[in-house]
């Protein structure tokens, strides 16, 4: 490109951004001449019981093993139970929007594509790149967390000895992890080959690990002891802050579920198949996370929990079983391959879809013609995540987390009212908006009146009640607005759900920690600056050729 139309174009920059930031695509676009950019089309062989697998197999391992053992010590005590309950809540509640949204635009893109239809390619883009991240660093986390228990299989305990610790690199950045290098190259290869194959790989590690679990839980049950709830300083040592705050780091375990709505373009029947598979898997996981957080608080009180590998420590120094140390850390090793399987399965697709919408080089887009995977995506985002886990240490990674997932599944719980309730060409948006404004506003001021002292119960309350009201009355006003309910599946008691989940993400975004905050702050404008330098000015290229050619088409069309 010349200097000259580097310049224009810069030039043109504000005009563009009008142009492009607010436009919308129809889901029927998103299903056909979106998704045609790829060429090759995925291939649909995936069925609900595999979507369940995908679901179930993408959560465990991720969350339970890396992140309970901190959160007990650290934040919750033996009431982790209490934050898996209120994230487990939330999780299914934003899977039903997300279960609607795969039924009405069954395309890979997920949270992306649902913003995208709905407020825009700004707004999609944010999201989307926002999923990205989280889903990069979680599985640099988890795959750091993979050399732990790898190596307390073999019984060694010393957290870095499987780790190549170099001098002159700044701490937390110098223990080389290679073990979680190669498992990230191993996975890649294997997902670049075939989606249906990776899903069977998936399924018999999720089978096993299920086996494992319940031998974690009747074992911990069994050694363990209901003193070590209330030992040393009670159920609750760090009050309710400490619960509500648990249940913001624990959200990370649910990390995953999402990538099971990326997979709607191979799944045979998405209609039947995404419900099912999405909520069903989050379910599952929320009974089996309550479970496990209880069996390991009975065997060890929580200020004697390892913060590293505290399953495998607890049945060593608690039970005295070396062997069932060993187990624990050989089942967590596969739960956690199958946990990155799926996670890398859905972020790939994220990026294909993004890279469809001309928002990033349209190369990551292409699917492979004979494996029907995206074979660049998949390899890009290898070699992200490798990078990741090989130089950064799991604590720095881990408080990058939890904070973009949870603002984007308020995003896509604030587009499922929108999408339900705005008839483009019918009714205007503005009572909407204006519902959605009100009820983030009153959700906020719940959850900041709880840091206020002496006025947290009124202001709890009011705000509570408020969020109630404005609720009930837009559920009263709306409903003669809207038409029926579609006819594939649908959220039901709408708009309760997508409100609590609005209101639930909310609350969990403002327990988070400041440093959350500063770094979230930084990735967010890096994503402003690469949509308004490179994002708007491809989209609109792109969409402007498009149009050119179609005139020319039309014109000989007319001369013929």
Known sequence: MALRDVLLSIAQTPHRLRRRALVTWTPAQEMNEVRDRSGARMKRRLEWYDLVALGVGGMLGAGVFVTTGR??????????????????????LSSFCYAEFSVRVPVAGGAFSYLRVTFGEFVGFFGGANILMEYVLSNAAVARSFTDYLASTFGVREPNAWRIVVDGIPEGYNALDVPAVVLIVLITVCLCYSTKE???????????????????IVAGLWNGSARNLVRPHGLAPYGVRGVVDGAAIVYFSYIGYDSASTMAEEIRDPARALPVGIAGSVLVVSALYCLMSVALCVMLPYNEISETAPFSSAFREKAGWRWASSVVGAGASLGIVASLLVAMLGQARYLCVIARARLVPSWLAKVHPSTGTPMNATIFLGFCTATLALFTELQIVIEMISIGTLLVFYLVANALIYHRYVKVGVNRPLHVLLFLLLLTLSSLGFS??????????????????????????????????????????????????AAASVFLNVFLITTLKMRSYQRFGIWSLVIIVFYVCYGVHSTYSAEE??????MIHHSNLDIS
């Open 71 to 92: 959160v007990a010590r650290d934040t919750a005590g033996p009431a982790v139970l209490a934050s898996y309950v209120i994230a487990g809540v939330s999780a299914l």
């Open 198 to 216: 990776s899903s069977m790989l998936n399924m018999v590690l999720t089978v096993f690990h299920l086996l494992f679990f319940a031998f974690i």
């Open 448 to 497: 900041l009146s709880r840091k206020i002292d002496g006025w947290c119960k009124w202001g709890m309350a009011l705000f509570g009640l408020i969020s109630i009201a404005i609720t009930t009355i837009f559920h009263c006003t709306a409903r003669q607005d809207v038409a029926g309910p579609p006819s594939e599946w649908s959220v039901p008691l709408m708009p309760w759900p």
């Open 545 to 550: 050729n498009e149009v050119v050619n179609a």
